[in-house]
């Protein structure tokens, strides 16, 4: 909090205020019906992290351990550990929502496991790590690394329910129920004869 008065400790209040009200709408703008990867948790993720960056860039000295813990630090650690948390939930739900729902970019969707664990480790796992070592300053590079890889996954591992995806699921169940191997529809692939 800024020295000055109590008139520039309630702009200060409202700026803070505004900030996590823009950093929620930032989440709360992709709940759009069929985009499976988009809702859920997936609205905190902005919030958090913008809350961590925030924490750390401003917090004024340094983690020092023979202090202890204050509370913005114990707040920024848990911060980390909750949005790694949720980053693995989920992971766990883009799994399970691929049986009803296309990736939008199959290609990046394959390597999902690598972009997730990378964003993990740059959000969560690097900046934590640095800050324990006293360098604040790598800290927030690899967080912003880390924003920046969260904004691309959120697009690039988007699904959405199509007719196509319900089409290739009904196949998919139909051959199942018969012991049919022949599937057919949109998006199946066929061997070759």
């Known amino acids: 909090m800024p020295p000055g008065g109590a008139a520039l400790e309630a702009i200060w209040t409202l700026a ?10 930032l989440g709360r703008v992709y709940r759009l019906g069929g ?23 401003f917090i004024p000295h340094p983690w020092r351990p023979e202090e202890g813990w204050t509370l913005p630090w114990i707040l920024l650690f848990l911060i980390f550990g909750g949005d790694g948390a949720l980053l693995l939930v989920r992971a766990r739900s883009l799994d399970r929502a691929r049986a009803w729902a296309m990736p939008t970019h199959p290609g990046l969707f394959r390597h999902r496991p690598l972009l997730l664990m990378t964003r993990l480790v740059l959000t969560n796992l690097a900046p934590a790590a640095l800050v324990l070592s006293n360098t604040r300053a790598l800290a927030l590079v690899a967080l912003t690394l880390g924003l920046l890889l969260d904004r691309f996954a959120f697009y690039g591992l988007a699904l959405k329910r199509t007719t196509e995806a319900e089409v290739v699921r009904a196949n998919a169940t139909i051959a199942a129920l018969t012991g049919s191997s022949r ?7 066929r061997p070759l004869h």
Do not use: C, K, N, Y
């Open 35 to 57: 985009q499976e990867g988009w809702s859920r948790g997936a609205m905190a993720h902005p919030l958090m992290l913008g809350i961590a960056f925030g924490l750390l860039a």
């Open 16 to 25: 803070v205020g505004a900030a996590l009200l823009t950093l929620l709408t």
């Open 183 to 189: 599937d057919s529809g949109p998006g199946v692939e």
